[in-house]
């Protein structure tokens, strides 16, 4: 199975700061990368999928980069509804392994 | 509008067996591969089940292999997981999701979710 990891598991931040998650694989899943993020008691949301694609409806402000074994997404300029936990996952091959989550919150 | 709705959770005893639920809408369900994924308290998402959009491809993560099976029926617009032997790690609130892209490898909509906890 691929291993999927992430870095820093938490961060605090301001609104208005630029925020930066990496996850990496443990093996190469070429752009086979997907982010979600999920509210507390909600259900989670796609943001990018296929490496650095934006969903619909997702803000600019998020974007994806990386291929490989090494991805990284980024959001601009933290807004207050940024406030969550993001989760990479790859859809290389079964199964489709999420990261362990980073948490962003308030500093 | 698409929309996904669980239903099933509750509370179980450890070895009980559950059958989860999830109805659709809004889509050709018959069209697309669905998943199960779940989230325990504390512990961060675990990919769990697939089933391809005619129901010939299956798998399961090792940690539920042997013991939950998924289905679907697209005459229903619907997706199961029988849940057998169930264990106090199966605890988690378990969320039907629809693989979007070619594979159905990424979850582009997802239901609200159903708590099951097991626990004598």
């Known amino acids: 199975d691929i291993q999927m990891t992430q870095s820093p598991s938490s961060l605090s931040a301001s609104v208005g700061d630029r925020v930066t998650i990496t996850c990496r694989a443990s093996q190469s899943i070429s752009n086979h990368l997907n982010w979600y993020q999920q509210k507390s008691g909600k259900a989670p949301n796609l943001l990018i999928y296929?490496?650095?694609s934006l969903q619909n409806g997702v803000p600019s402000r998020f974007s994806g980069s990386g291929s490989g074994t090494d991805f990284t997404l980024t959001i601009t300029s933290l807004q207050p509804e940024d406030f969550a936990t993001y989760f990479c996952?790859?859809?290389?091959?079964?199964?489709?392994?999420f990261g362990p989550g980073t948490t962003v919150d308030i500093k | 509008q698409v929309q996904l709705v669980e239903s099933g959770g509750g509370v179980v005893q450890p070895g009980r067996s559950l059958r989860l639920s999830c109805a659709a809408s809004g889509f050709t369900f018959s069209s697309y591969a669905m998943h199960w994924v779940r989230r325990a308290p504390g512990k961060g998402l675990e990919w769990v089940s697939f089933?391809?959009?005619?129901?010939?491809?299956?798998?399961?993560a090792d940690s539920v292999k042997g013991r939950f099976t998924i289905s679907r029926d697209n005459s229903k617009n619907t997706l199961h997981l029988q849940m057998n032997s169930l264990r106090p790690e199966d605890t988690a609130v378990y969320y039907c999701a629809r693989g979007a892209g070619f594979g159905g490898g990424w979850h582009d909509y997802w239901g609200q979710g159903t708590l099951v906890t097991v626990s004598s």
């Open positions: 089933i391809s959009y005619d129901g010939t491809n299956k798998y399961s």
């Open positions: 296929a490496g650095y």
């Open positions: 996952q790859q859809n290389s091959s079964m199964p489709f392994t």
